[in-house]
Protein backbone atom coordinates (compact mmCIF):
# COMPACT_ATOMS: atom_id res chain seq x y z
CA UNK A 1 0.00 0.00 0.00
CA UNK A 2 1.15 3.34 -1.22
CA UNK A 3 1.83 5.82 1.84
CA UNK A 4 -0.15 8.70 1.56
CA UNK A 5 0.40 11.94 3.16
CA UNK A 6 -2.11 14.43 3.97
CA UNK A 7 -2.36 18.16 3.45
CA UNK A 8 -1.80 19.92 6.92
CA UNK A 9 -2.83 23.80 7.81
CA UNK A 10 -0.19 26.29 9.33
CA UNK A 11 -2.08 26.16 12.54
CA UNK A 12 -2.45 22.30 12.80
CA UNK A 13 0.95 22.02 12.17
CA UNK A 14 2.10 24.38 15.02
CA UNK A 15 -0.25 21.71 17.43
CA UNK A 16 1.73 18.76 16.56
CA UNK A 17 4.39 16.92 18.89
CA UNK A 18 7.71 16.03 17.14
CA UNK A 19 6.34 11.95 16.56
CA UNK A 20 3.92 13.89 14.24
CA UNK A 21 5.34 16.30 13.03
CA UNK A 22 7.68 13.32 11.32
CA UNK A 23 4.76 10.88 10.45
CA UNK A 24 3.15 14.17 8.36
CA UNK A 25 6.08 15.42 6.85
CA UNK A 26 9.03 13.35 6.88
CA UNK A 27 9.82 9.94 4.13
CA UNK A 28 12.24 7.24 5.91
CA UNK A 29 11.55 4.38 4.16
CA UNK A 30 11.65 5.34 0.09
CA UNK A 31 14.63 2.66 -0.84
CA UNK A 32 14.92 -1.06 -0.71
CA UNK A 33 16.70 -3.64 -2.66
CA UNK A 34 14.64 -5.07 -5.38
CA UNK A 35 11.33 -3.07 -4.32
CA UNK A 36 9.63 0.08 -6.28
CA UNK A 37 8.04 2.40 -3.12
CA UNK A 38 5.94 5.35 -3.23
CA UNK A 39 5.04 8.35 -1.16
CA UNK A 40 1.56 10.51 -2.14
CA UNK A 41 1.48 13.75 -0.97
CA UNK A 42 -1.96 15.45 -1.29
CA UNK A 43 -0.16 18.79 -1.44
CA UNK A 44 -0.51 19.29 -5.17
CA UNK A 45 -0.43 15.51 -6.18
CA UNK A 46 3.42 15.36 -5.66
CA UNK A 47 4.11 11.77 -6.13
CA UNK A 48 7.61 10.68 -4.69
CA UNK A 49 9.51 6.99 -5.17
CA UNK A 50 12.36 5.01 -4.64
CA UNK A 51 14.06 2.24 -6.83
CA UNK A 52 16.73 -0.11 -6.35
CA UNK A 53 16.63 -2.45 -9.03
CA UNK A 54 19.80 -4.58 -7.91
CA UNK A 55 20.88 -5.53 -11.39
CA UNK A 56 17.27 -6.39 -12.11
CA UNK A 57 14.64 -4.61 -13.94
CA UNK A 58 11.83 -2.97 -12.35
CA UNK A 59 8.64 -1.67 -13.45
CA UNK A 60 7.13 1.54 -12.30
CA UNK A 61 3.52 0.82 -12.33
CA UNK A 62 1.11 2.89 -10.91
CA UNK A 63 -0.29 3.11 -7.40
CA UNK A 64 -3.59 1.86 -6.74
CA UNK A 65 -4.54 5.51 -5.12
CA UNK A 66 -3.80 7.12 -9.08
CA UNK A 67 -6.70 4.75 -10.40
CA UNK A 68 -4.36 4.72 -13.83
CA UNK A 69 -3.42 2.09 -16.08
CA UNK A 70 -0.05 3.42 -16.79
CA UNK A 71 1.96 6.03 -14.54
CA UNK A 72 2.31 8.22 -16.88
CA UNK A 73 -1.25 8.36 -18.07
CA UNK A 74 -2.16 11.34 -16.19
CA UNK A 75 1.38 12.37 -15.27
CA UNK A 76 4.91 13.10 -16.18
CA UNK A 77 7.69 11.74 -14.22
CA UNK A 78 11.32 12.85 -13.32
CA UNK A 79 13.73 9.78 -12.05
CA UNK A 80 16.60 10.88 -10.97
CA UNK A 81 19.95 8.28 -10.39
CA UNK A 82 21.25 9.23 -7.24
CA UNK A 83 24.39 6.83 -7.47
CA UNK A 84 25.51 3.56 -9.21
CA UNK A 85 25.14 3.16 -12.83
CA UNK A 86 21.71 1.70 -14.88
CA UNK A 87 19.29 2.27 -17.76
CA UNK A 88 15.85 4.08 -17.73
CA UNK A 89 13.22 2.68 -20.27
CA UNK A 90 10.50 4.09 -21.49
CA UNK A 91 7.97 2.77 -24.42
CA UNK A 92 11.25 0.82 -25.44
CA UNK A 93 13.45 3.87 -25.80
CA UNK A 94 16.85 2.82 -23.77
CA UNK A 95 18.85 5.78 -21.72
CA UNK A 96 22.00 4.93 -19.65
CA UNK A 97 21.93 7.01 -16.69
CA UNK A 98 24.80 7.75 -13.57
CA UNK A 99 25.15 9.77 -10.80
CA UNK A 100 22.77 12.84 -10.74
CA UNK A 101 22.00 12.64 -14.56
CA UNK A 102 17.85 12.60 -14.75
CA UNK A 103 15.29 11.46 -17.35
CA UNK A 104 12.00 13.34 -17.30
CA UNK A 105 9.52 10.83 -19.05
CA UNK A 106 6.28 13.02 -20.61
CA UNK A 107 2.80 12.19 -19.86
CA UNK A 108 1.29 9.83 -22.22
CA UNK A 109 4.31 7.33 -21.91
CA UNK A 110 2.69 3.70 -21.26
CA UNK A 111 5.48 1.18 -19.89
CA UNK A 112 8.63 2.79 -18.36
CA UNK A 113 11.10 0.76 -16.10
CA UNK A 114 14.35 0.99 -14.48
CA UNK A 115 17.54 -1.23 -14.11
CA UNK A 116 21.18 -1.99 -13.39
CA UNK A 117 22.88 -1.28 -10.18
CA UNK A 118 21.94 2.22 -9.39
CA UNK A 119 19.65 3.87 -6.91
CA UNK A 120 16.88 5.56 -8.25
CA UNK A 121 14.51 8.44 -7.08
CA UNK A 122 11.45 9.38 -8.62
CA UNK A 123 8.89 12.72 -8.54
CA UNK A 124 6.13 12.46 -10.64
CA UNK A 125 3.27 15.40 -11.11
CA UNK A 126 0.41 15.87 -12.52
CA UNK A 127 0.28 16.46 -16.69
CA UNK A 128 -2.10 17.79 -19.12
CA UNK A 129 0.53 18.07 -22.14
CA UNK A 130 2.74 15.34 -23.54
CA UNK A 131 6.13 16.81 -23.48
CA UNK A 132 9.36 14.71 -25.13
CA UNK A 133 11.31 12.24 -22.90
CA UNK A 134 14.71 13.64 -22.26
CA UNK A 135 17.91 12.53 -20.75
CA UNK A 136 19.43 15.61 -18.84
CA UNK A 137 23.29 14.69 -17.95
CA UNK A 138 24.62 16.03 -14.81
CA UNK A 139 27.19 17.69 -16.75
CA UNK A 140 24.54 19.42 -19.24
CA UNK A 141 22.18 21.36 -16.54
CA UNK A 142 22.34 24.46 -15.97
CA UNK A 143 24.94 25.25 -13.23
CA UNK A 144 24.90 28.30 -11.11
CA UNK A 145 27.61 28.43 -7.74
CA UNK A 146 25.13 30.59 -5.04
CA UNK A 147 25.44 31.64 -1.42
CA UNK A 148 28.29 32.80 0.04
CA UNK A 149 31.39 31.13 2.20
CA UNK A 150 31.15 33.44 5.11
CA UNK A 151 27.61 32.72 5.72
CA UNK A 152 28.04 29.21 5.53
CA UNK A 153 25.86 28.60 2.55
CA UNK A 154 28.09 28.22 -0.77
CA UNK A 155 26.53 25.78 -2.77
CA UNK A 156 26.30 24.80 -6.80
CA UNK A 157 22.43 24.09 -7.85
CA UNK A 158 22.26 22.60 -11.11
CA UNK A 159 18.49 23.19 -12.83
CA UNK A 160 17.27 20.03 -14.86
CA UNK A 161 13.87 20.62 -15.55
CA UNK A 162 12.67 23.99 -15.44
CA UNK A 163 11.36 26.64 -17.69
CA UNK A 164 14.36 27.14 -19.64
CA UNK A 165 15.96 23.35 -20.05
CA UNK A 166 13.91 20.17 -20.19
CA UNK A 167 10.86 20.81 -20.91
CA UNK A 168 7.23 20.04 -18.71
CA UNK A 169 3.66 20.84 -17.65
CA UNK A 170 4.12 20.81 -13.82
CA UNK A 171 7.01 19.85 -12.55
CA UNK A 172 10.87 21.24 -11.82
CA UNK A 173 13.36 19.88 -10.59
CA UNK A 174 17.22 19.89 -9.86
CA UNK A 175 20.25 19.17 -7.35
CA UNK A 176 21.94 21.58 -5.21
CA UNK A 177 25.65 20.36 -3.53
CA UNK A 178 27.19 22.04 -0.97
CA UNK A 179 30.39 23.36 -1.47
CA UNK A 180 33.46 22.27 1.03
CA UNK A 181 32.45 24.31 4.65
CA UNK A 182 29.32 25.27 3.92
CA UNK A 183 26.57 23.43 5.65
CA UNK A 184 23.02 25.98 4.94
CA UNK A 185 20.75 25.30 2.09
CA UNK A 186 18.24 27.67 0.76
CA UNK A 187 19.43 30.68 2.96
CA UNK A 188 18.37 33.60 3.14
CA UNK A 189 15.19 30.66 2.99
CA UNK A 190 11.76 31.53 1.55
CA UNK A 191 7.94 30.36 1.10
CA UNK A 192 6.24 29.96 -2.53
CA UNK A 193 2.21 29.82 -2.02
CA UNK A 194 1.85 28.48 -5.62
CA UNK A 195 3.94 25.40 -5.49
CA UNK A 196 4.68 22.45 -3.12
CA UNK A 197 8.71 21.46 -2.80
CA UNK A 198 9.95 17.89 -1.69
CA UNK A 199 13.84 17.83 -0.51
CA UNK A 200 15.43 14.44 -0.72
CA UNK A 201 18.54 14.80 0.95
CA UNK A 202 21.61 12.53 -0.13
CA UNK A 203 25.40 11.76 -0.15
CA UNK A 204 25.38 11.69 3.93
CA UNK A 205 27.32 10.15 5.87
CA UNK A 206 24.98 7.05 7.52
CA UNK A 207 26.19 9.08 11.04
CA UNK A 208 25.11 12.46 9.94
CA UNK A 209 22.11 14.56 9.67
CA UNK A 210 20.31 17.52 8.36
CA UNK A 211 18.42 19.60 10.47
CA UNK A 212 16.03 21.00 7.93
CA UNK A 213 13.32 23.82 9.29
CA UNK A 214 10.11 24.11 8.45
CA UNK A 215 6.58 25.79 9.26
CA UNK A 216 5.67 29.62 9.01
CA UNK A 217 8.21 31.55 9.11
CA UNK A 218 7.00 32.94 12.66
CA UNK A 219 6.80 29.44 13.72
CA UNK A 220 9.39 27.15 12.65
CA UNK A 221 9.62 23.64 13.45
CA UNK A 222 12.38 20.98 13.19
CA UNK A 223 13.15 17.82 11.55
CA UNK A 224 16.18 15.47 11.95
CA UNK A 225 17.03 14.10 8.70
CA UNK A 226 19.19 11.33 7.47
CA UNK A 227 20.65 10.31 4.51
CA UNK A 228 18.02 9.23 1.41
CA UNK A 229 15.26 10.49 3.17
CA UNK A 230 12.44 13.18 1.87
CA UNK A 231 10.60 16.20 3.37
CA UNK A 232 7.28 17.96 1.96
CA UNK A 233 7.06 21.30 2.01
CA UNK A 234 3.67 22.67 1.59
CA UNK A 235 3.72 25.73 -0.16
CA UNK A 236 3.31 28.13 2.99
CA UNK A 237 6.27 26.68 4.95
CA UNK A 238 10.05 27.67 4.72
CA UNK A 239 12.30 24.73 3.85
CA UNK A 240 16.00 24.81 4.75
CA UNK A 241 18.18 22.99 6.04
CA UNK A 242 22.08 22.72 8.09
CA UNK A 243 24.24 19.28 7.74
CA UNK A 244 26.28 18.36 10.67
CA UNK A 245 28.54 16.92 7.46
CA UNK A 246 28.51 17.27 3.38
CA UNK A 247 25.34 16.42 1.66
CA UNK A 248 23.05 17.17 -1.48
CA UNK A 249 19.71 17.25 -2.31
CA UNK A 250 17.46 16.56 -5.20
CA UNK A 251 14.42 19.74 -4.60
CA UNK A 252 11.19 19.06 -7.10
CA UNK A 253 8.33 21.27 -7.18
CA UNK A 254 4.76 21.24 -8.70
CA UNK A 255 2.14 23.58 -8.69
CA UNK A 256 0.80 26.72 -10.88
CA UNK A 257 3.61 27.56 -12.26
CA UNK A 258 7.70 26.52 -13.14
CA UNK A 259 9.08 29.73 -12.49
CA UNK A 260 12.61 29.42 -10.44
CA UNK A 261 12.33 32.70 -9.13
CA UNK A 262 8.33 32.80 -8.35
CA UNK A 263 9.22 33.08 -4.34
CA UNK A 264 8.89 35.24 -1.56
CA UNK A 265 12.48 35.91 0.22
CA UNK A 266 11.82 35.58 4.26
CA UNK A 267 14.57 38.00 6.26
CA UNK A 268 16.32 35.24 8.09
CA UNK A 269 16.23 38.03 11.21
CA UNK A 270 12.32 37.70 10.67
CA UNK A 271 12.62 33.57 11.72
CA UNK A 272 11.30 32.49 14.83
Known sequence: MTDVRYATSPGEMARLSPEELRERFLVTNLFATGEVRF????????????????GAELELAPPVELRAE???DRRELGIV???????????GQVYRVSAE?????????????VSGDAVFYI?????????STTL?????????????????????????????GARSCELALGITTLESGSVWNTMPCHTHDRRTEIYLYFGLDPAERVVHLCGEPSSTRSI???????????????????GTAPYRFVWSTAGENLAYNDMDLVATESLS
Request: aromatic letters at 4%; one cysteine or more; glycine letters at 8%.
Open 224 to 242: IVADRQAVISPPWSVHTGA
Open 70 to 72: NLC
Open 136 to 164: ITRDAAESVRIGEAHKASERTLRKYVHED
Open 101 to 113: DIVYVGQGTRRVS
Open 39 to 54: TLSQQDRLLIGGAMPD
Open 123 to 131: VSAPAHLAH
Open 81 to 91: CLDGTGSVQAD
